[in-house]
């Protein structure tokens, strides 16, 4: 049962999710799977298959799953994985998924490698919803289509892809991808000889794989502001793929583009109290009480109370 004080923002029941923000949220946390169980040699070829279109989130997130429940019209909320106490919401049926997802992925495409999972996904599709899944030749074609995506698709496929397609982002799909994938920084470094040397800095991180650095540069380019960490150079296929680290980080520390986008495409998932959380601290900062033992106090407490610390 999900805490009361972690429901929905009454203020936001009444909003309706944009498409591209579903599409941005996909890309985030989203995924498309193709399963297909060995039966023993039972039924017409010996295998089932199974399709599954879903987007996870934390339990405290229900709300917003049972929004994009309400916009696809199909559907349904079940738990993705309880030691992480993470829910999904999925879609499994061959005529949802042809006639509801489909629609709106061509639609709206993703900009992130997993629309190279889609296409297959959509394969997968048509061909299921062809029958064809009840003959050898279907399944071994489902196996085919299975076999190179998600882990088992190269990175160099996954960072080609991304560089070479459209990366034009909208406010909606960068809302929703925000909601997935961002993650609003205090830092705050006391001053142990003076207090009124503290400093307090703010950002938004946003990380992803190094086959998809790309995306973190097009949100780059879309507020006109940031950093990438760790630095390398980010067009090369060998150094992205063979740096230290998988994974690149964007850090934006301009607060007013943030807040003025975020303040317009508000955040649905539970997200959004560390973003209210963030915009206090920086009221605090700005109205200088981190010059003062009891306003420091306060913005480490609500600090200490942010992102995983929250439901701790």
């Known amino acids: 049962m999900v805490n009361f004080k972690y429901r929905f923002d009454e203020n936001l029941k ?13 890309d985030a946390e989203g995924s498309f799977q193709i399963t297909i169980q060995d039966k023993k040699g039972q039924g017409l070829t010996g295998f089932k298959p199974f399709l599954e279109f879903k987007i996870t989130q934390k339990k405290y997130s229900i709300d917003l799953l049972l929004k994009i429940k309400e916009f ?15 829910l999904k919401f999925v879609v499994t049926n061959i005529n949802d998924l042809m006639n509801k997802v489909l629609p709106h992925f061509d ?15 959509k394969e997968a599709v048509f061909l299921m919803y062809n029958k064809e899944h009840f003959t050898s030749n279907g399944i071994n074609k489902l196996k085919g289509v299975k076999t190179g995506m998600n882990k088992s698709r190269t990175f160099k496929d996954k ?12 406010s909606e799909w960068v809302q929703g991808f925000v909601d997935g994938e961002g993650s609003f920084q205090c830092e705050i470094i006391k001053s142990k000889r003076k207090l009124s040397n503290t400093i307090v800095n703010f950002s938004l991180q946003i990380k992803q794989s190094n086959h998809d650095v790309a995306i973190l540069n097009a949100i780059k380019y879309f507020f006109n502001a940031g950093y990438l960490k760790p630095k390398y150079n980010i067009y090369n296929l060998k150094e992205a793929k063979y740096n230290v680290r998988t994974t690149s980080a964007l850090w934006i520390r301009d607060v007013k583009k943030i807040t003025e986008l975020l303040d317009n495409y508000p955040l649905f998932s539970i997200k959004r109290l560390d973003y209210l959380d963030w915009k206090e601290l920086i009221h605090l900062k700005n109205k200088k009480e981190h010059y003062n033992e009891e306003g420091l106090l306060l913005m480490y407490l609500i600090k200490n109370d942010m992102n995983a610390k929250r439901f701790k």
């Open 159 to 170: 960072f080609n892809f991304c560089w070479n397609s459209n990366l034009k982002l909208s």
């Open 14 to 26: 009444s909003l309706n999710l944009s498409a591209w923000y579903i599409t941005g949220l996909t």
């Open 107 to 121: 639609n709206f495409p993703l900009k992130s490698s997993k629309y190279l999972n889609y296409i297959d996904f």
């Open 72 to 86: 696809f019209n199909c559907g349904r909320i079940n738990i993705d994985n309880s030691k992480t106490e993470t």
